[in-house]
C-alpha cells in the first residue's frame, strides 16, 4: 500500500529556504516517485518539478534556477525532496508530492500526498 507521507512546509520569510520531504516505505518496484505539485485557494493545482524520464527532470518557469527536486532510495523506504531557495511571496501554497504505481499495460495509478503548507512572508 502506497502511503505518501509529506514534511519540511512552514512559514519563511522572502528569500529564505525550506527543504519539503515526502516519504513513502513501499518495495514495489513498479512505484516511482513523479513531482511536485502546488494549490492556491481559487486556482488549479499546478507541476512545480517533476520527473520526465531517464533521470531528467522539469521545472516551472517561475522556480527555475531556485528549486531542485531530488530523490532517494533505502532499503524500506523511498523519500522525495524539494529544496526551495530564494523563496518568494508567490510560492506561497500547499505543495503536494505525487507518485504512481504503472501496471504491466503501462497504466497510470496516482498517488498524493496530505499537502504541506508553505507561507512566504515578511
Known amino acids: 500500500q502506497v502511503r505518501l507521507v509529506e514534511s519540511g512546509g512552514g512559514l519563511v520569510q522572502p528569500g529564505g529556504s525550506l527543504k519539503l520531504s515526502c516519504e513513502d516505505s513501499?518495495?514495489?518496484?513498479?512505484?516511482?516517485?513523479m513531482g511536485w505539485y502546488r494549490q492556491v485557494p481559487g486556482k488549479q493545482r499546478e507541476e512545480v518539478a517533476t520527473?520526465?524520464?531517464?533521470?531528467?527532470?522539469?521545472?516551472a518557469d517561475s522556480v527555475k534556477g531556485r528549486f531542485t527536486i531530488s530523490k532517494d532510495k533505502a532499503e524500506n523506504k523511498n523519500t522525495l525532496y524539494l529544496q526551495m531557495n530564494s523563496l518568494k511571496p508567490d510560492d506561497t501554497g500547499v505543495y503536494y508530492c505525487?507518485?504512481?504505481?504503472?501496471?504491466?499495460?503501462?497504466?497510470?495509478?496516482?498517488?498524493w500526498g496530505q499537502g504541506t503548507q508553505v507561507t512566504v512572508s515578511s
Open positions: 513501499t518495495t514495489r518496484s513498479d512505484f516511482y516517485f
Open positions: 505525487n507518485a504512481a504505481i504503472f501496471n504491466s499495460y503501462g497504466q497510470r495509478r496516482d498517488y
Open positions: 520527473f520526465i524520464g531517464g533521470g531528467a527532470t522539469k521545472y
